[in-house]
C-alpha cells in the first residue's frame, strides 16, 4: 500500500519536494510535521517506487514492464535498490536534506537526534536493498 501510494504521488504534477513527503522525506525527516518513522517495508516501498518511476521514464515502458524488469534485476544482483535510488535521486541531495531538517552537520549529531534517519542514511551509504537497523 505504502509503495503504491509514493508510487502514485510520483504522477502528480506537483513540486518535488511534495512529492518526496510521501515516501522517503516523509518518512525520515521532520517535513510532514511528525516524528520519523521507517520499518523495513517502508524503506523498500519507499526506494522501489522511485525507482520504477524513473526506470519508466527512461526506459519508455509501461508500470507493469519496469516493475517487471526492476524485480528481475534485482533478484539477479544487477544492482542494489539503494545503489539505483542513490543513482536516481542523489546520496548527497538526500544526506543533506536530512541533515538540514534536524538542523546538524554530521552523523554523529543526527544518530541523537533521530535512529531512524540515521539509519536511513547508512542504508543508502552501504547501498543495502534492506534497512539497517530496521
Known sequence: MHQSITEATQFMVTPD???ELSGWRGDVTNGAGKTPSMNNDDYK???D???IKIMMEK??????E???Q???DLRNGKYT???MFNDNVGLKYVKDSILKSFGVSTMDELKIKSIVSF???ESLESNSNDLIGG
Do not use: G, P
Not at 526506459?59 to 507493469?64: P, T
Open 17 to 19: 519536494r511534495i512529492k
Open 45 to 47: 516501498a519507499d526506494l
Open 49 to 51: 517506487a522511485i525507482n
Open 59 to 64: 526506459l519508455k515502458v509501461s508500470q507493469s
Open 66 to 68: 519496469a516493475t517487471q
Open 70 to 72: 526492476y524485480y528481475n
Open 81 to 83: 535498490r539503494a545503489s
Open 119 to 121: 539509519n536511513f542514511i
